[in-house]
């Protein structure tokens, strides 16, 4: 077998930015004990009005778990506080699952013997219209990592179709380059959302065995080329379960919190993402991060950076997503298909993994409203 | 008959100083906290407007009451301007309450970019009401661009802490011409009280009302406290007595060419 390359090393596509947010993110996570942190460290993170990074760090903690009902009551009353009991709805559309890497957890890497397709503009334009119709205005746009099968151009043209059907256009695909994400921003999309999966590079090596994907800091730095090249907010995650999730969480809301520094004006969001089953492999699971761990890091996300939005994922079921969006997550997706295309018709490829809750448009919407929350489909307007 | 005491904007005159925000609680909750506020003003975001879709907040707040549309969202200058023009389009009147925030932590407003933008769309015939920091100099500038009122805020939006900008507001106050309305921070009815009784023109909240236990309820305590506050101010408050008795020895007394 070839030997690896080194997942430190830029490629020479890959645009390098002046910055050192790598470097302050690993450090603080190499200084992160959480086993040492104690509970009054905790008490103390839970008085505070401005939470600092070592706040941060204790709330995620074991020494927190005897005070997640405290945590969770404080949570609730800053995310009412910041956002009122607005709730943001939105759906993904997976527009192709072609993909050059191989990441060992994930449904789509390129050994993994699924499905491929991908959706051409006709049919595109047939899935946008079909959702638009649920009623939607926020769509969130995935594609696997194939420069061939799914370029800049593809995800452009994508892009401008759904802006003639939704007034806000995520994208969750492959990092590109600052002019990538400035050509994008034109084509309509103004959101980005990037997720590390875990933020020990070492450990991520032996995830992301091959492919562009491979290369930590240039997937590390995609949110600030994000930015640089225009877009309105970045999204940030760790998929809980790869690693330490306690060090990953802390890197994942330290990454947002030093790019908020960096650049005031952006806004940010967390997704707080556990590992699921894949397609020819039921054993992948989220370990120790069972929804009480889960629970205690949106708490800490929510309570280290009031502002940012708090996605929950279609990964957990009704009941916990429900209760999250009560305690703190701000955004909530429905109506989820996570193979290719599926809203308009069956699916004609694959899905990236199993989700648990299979709720319609209408059914989370009727369920926000049944806890006296507020559903809003438009919460930005592209001028 | 007295006259009535009316707030006036661009023109416009209004019995009530209780401008209502309805970004932060349940859209079936608008009208019944419009009604208990008896506000005739009511702030929304544009970006909330879902034209034909659902959830869409044009749709729940009650007919005749004049819509103050906000460009939350806005970074820039520019990004104000299209947003208020879109908002003009879409049928939401003249009015418009400039934001321009590149803070995404605090949400605190850009001064500078404000001022542009009060320029350009006060041109445009618009009655601009621009959200700003306390600061005396870009005030007046913005009141020479043609603004209608100045929003100063009380403490960062949503905070509920009150007046913590209170002696920089009371120069506002009294240096300039155009009404002065505290727009955010403003967390209890107490704290909307004392603001009118310094002699603020109205009062904007949103937080303090969606927040409540029971909004409606809230809406009608603000309401009552407006009132009071402005009733007070025009009474003209007595002086506050400092400490200690009036000298029995006056510092005076030493005068005697009668």
């Known amino acids: 077998m070839a030997p690896k390359s080194d997942h430190m090393t830029y490629r020479p596509d890959m645009e390098i930015i002046a910055s050192t947010m790598l470097d302050q993110v690993l450090q603080a996570r190499n200084a992160y004990h959480p086993e040492a942190c104690t509970a009054d460290q905790v008490r103390r993170a839970l008085q505070k009005n401005h939470l600092r990074p070592e706040d941060f760090a204790a709330l995620l903690a074991p020494a927190a778990a005897p005070l997640l009902e405290a945590m969770a009551h404080r949570s609730r009353q800053v995310t009412r506080r910041q956002f009122g009991n607005a709730i943001q709805i939105f759906t993904p559309l997976y527009l192709a699952n072609h993909c050059e890497n191989h990441c060992i957890y994930c449904g789509f890497n390129s050994h993994n013997p699924i499905q491929r397709a991908r959706l051409d503009p006709g049919e595109i334009e047939a899935e946008l219209q079909a959702i638009a119709a649920t009623g939607l205005r926020e769509i969130l746009l995935l594609t696997g990592e194939s420069r061939a099968m799914s370029d800049l151009d593809y995800i452009g043209q994508a892009c401008r179709i759904a802006r003639r059907h939704f007034k806000v256009v995520g994208l969750e695909v492959y990092p590109v380059n600052v002019a990538g994400y400035a050509h994008l921003h034109e084509c309509g999309a103004d959101y980005v959302t990037v997720f590390q999966e875990t933020y020990n590079p070492d450990r991520y090596a032996t995830l992301h065995l091959a492919g562009p994907k491979r290369v930590f800091p240039y997937r590390f730095y995609a949110q600030e080329r994000a930015i640089l090249g225009g877009m309105r907010g970045v999204g940030f995650a760790a998929l809980l379960g790869l690693d330490d999730f306690r060090k990953d969480a802390f890197s994942a809301g330290l990454h947002a919190y030093l790019l908020q520094r960096k650049y005031p004006h952006a806004e940010i969001a967390l997704s707080c993402p556990r590992l699921r089953p894949i397609i020819n492999n039921d054993q992948i699971n989220p370990k120790d991060v069972h929804e009480a761990q889960l629970l205690q890091c949106i708490l800490a996300y929510r309570l280290f950076l009031p502002f940012a939005n708090i996605t929950i994922s279609t990964r957990e079921g009704e009941l916990f997503r429900d209760n999250a969006i009560k305690l703190g997550a701000s955004k909530i997706s429905a109506g989820v298909s996570v193979g290719i295309g599926g809203h308009q018709e069956k699916a004609k490829g694959d899905e990236q993994f199993e989700i648990a809750d299979g709720r319609s448009v209408q059914e989370v919407y009727d369920a926000i409203l049944g806890q006296d929350l507020q559903p809003v489909m438009s919460d930005h307007v592209y001028v | ?258």
């Open chain 2, 1 to 258: 008959m007295p006259q009535q005491d009316c707030l006036v904007l661009g023109g416009h005159s209004f019995t009530s100083r209780f401008i209502l925000g309805s970004g932060k609680y349940s859209l079936d909750l608008i009208e019944a906290a419009v009604a208990k506020a008896g506000a005739q003003i009511i702030t929304l975001a544009l970006r909330r407007i879902n034209q034909d879709g659902q959830a869409n907040i044009l749709d729940y707040i009650p007919k005749g009451v004049t819509l103050l549309p906000n460009t939350s969202g806005a970074r820039t200058a520019a990004e104000a301007v299209r947003i208020a023009r879109l908002a003009r389009e879409m049928g939401c009147g003249d009015f418009v309450k400039i934001e321009v925030i590149r803070d995404s932590k605090y949400l605190l407003p850009d001064n500078a970019e404000t001022l542009k933008a009060t320029e350009i769309l006060a041109k445009e015939g618009f009655i601009v009401l621009p959200y700003m920091y306390p600061d005396l100099t870009a005030a007046r500038d913005m009141a020479q661009a043609g603004a209608a009122a100045i929003m100063p805020l009380g403490a960062p939006i949503g905070s509920n802490k009150g007046l913590s900008t209170k002696d920089f507001i009371k120069i506002l106050i009294d240096e300039l011409d155009l009404p002065v309305i505290i727009d955010a921070g403003i967390g209890r009815p107490s704290q909307a009280c004392e603001a009118m009784e310094m002699g603020a023109a109205g009062i904007m909240a949103n937080t303090a009302i969606a927040t409540a236990g029971d909004i409606p309820a809230m809406a009608t305590a603000f309401r009552q406290a407006i009132e009071a506050g402005r009733t007070a101010c025009l009474a003209g408050l007595g002086p506050i007595q400092a400490t200690g008795a009036a000298a029995s020895s006056p510092l005076t007394g030493f005068l005697r060419d009668e």
